[in-house]
Every structure is written in C-alpha cells, then in structure tokens.
C-alpha cells in the first residue's frame, strides 16, 4: 500500500553507541514524522518536517535529532545510545491536503 | 486540550462475534478521524478515515465507522469478527486547519479473539 521504508527493523546495541535510523519514501510526500511507541502503548510524536530543510520537535521530548536534506529520506540520529533509548520507533508521511499517515513497518531498538 | 480517548484498553471477542470499539475525541472543530490497525511488530495501516459527507464510513477488511457530531465520538464496528483481526487498534484525529498534518492518537485498543 504504502512506500515507505524504514531499516533496520531490528537494532540491538550497547550503550554509549551513535545510531541511524533510517526512513525513506518514494511518494514525494512534504510532511515526516517520527514516533516512539513503547509496547502496547500509544505513539508518541517525537520529530516532524514540513519538508527539506525544516524539522520541529514533536509533543514527546527526545534526546533523538533528526535531519531532512532530501524530501525523501528523514533520518533519526541518538548520539549516544541508552536503554532509556529502547523502544519502537515509527516513520510516516503524508500529503499537504487530507492529512493521512502512511507508515513504515518500524524499528524495534533495545539499547543493552 | 485536544484529545483522543479509546476507553476500552483490552476487549476479547469469540470468531464470528460483533465487535465495536469506541472512541471518543476532544477537539475545537470537527476533525479529521482515521482508524488504524497495527499487527504485532508491524506499523499502522489505515482502516478507514472520515472527512466529511456520510457519516457512517466503510473500510477495508468489513470495517466501518460512524461519526457522531453529538456525541464527539467515532466508533469502529465489524458484524462477524475473524481471527485474523486479533491486534491493536488507533482512533486518530487530525486539525482541518493544521499546516502540519500531525495526528493525535488514542491510547489504543487491544483485540483478542477466542476460537
């Protein structure tokens, strides 16, 4: 359905490390999102973009930064993993009008 | 303050059953409202969204929906349910208005379904 990519799905690491979430989408949609969902638990809206070269943090604080040179690509960056940090992260997009997410299948962090 | 309530936190239904999760939203101005389902260790897919005419919508997998102004809520319906539809399930509203397209999210519903 949709075209929306996030790699990788699976992430174990240890403390301290830098990690890169990524998240690509082929639909040239302007608005990105990024959510930390905690299991059986709600989204929380951690980052978004408007489009390139502008990103607002959301509703949930992060220690999380995120970057968007392209349309299509919104990575997620922790400089410094902790397993606080351990959680599942969602990417979605949408268009200008109709306000619809489409999202990617997920990245499951855990943070040892 | 804008919000979204799903008041059911776990329901568990038998195959074949009714099924109607409610949902119930705190906004200025009538919204968007989307309902999404999310199987374990996947991402959200859109079951149905209401934006305006008709207030009861259809959606995929025999779902469907029905918006009540009065009543400020937006339940989800299926008449038989199957056992593929055990998962979690969102209520999400959005602003009309909104340049951002951001969505708030109900707490979610959790379904389990009995052979």
Redesign the interface.
Known sequence: ?ADIY?TPRYLVIGTGKKITLECSQTMGHD?M?WYQQDP????H?IH?S?GVNST?K?DLSSESTVSRIRTEHFPLTLESARPSHTSQY?C?S???K?????????T?LSVL | AQSVTQPDIHITVSEGASLELRCNYSYGATPYLFWYVQSPGQGLQLLLKYFSGDTLVQGIKGFEAEFKRSQSSFNLRKPSVHWSDAAEYFCAVGARSSNTGKLIFGQGTTLQVKP
């Open positions: 359905e996030q608005k999102y059986g638990m709600e989204l809206l978004y408007y607002e959301g969602l979605a949408s268009q200008v109709g306000q619809r997410q489409y999202f990617g299948a997920g499951r």
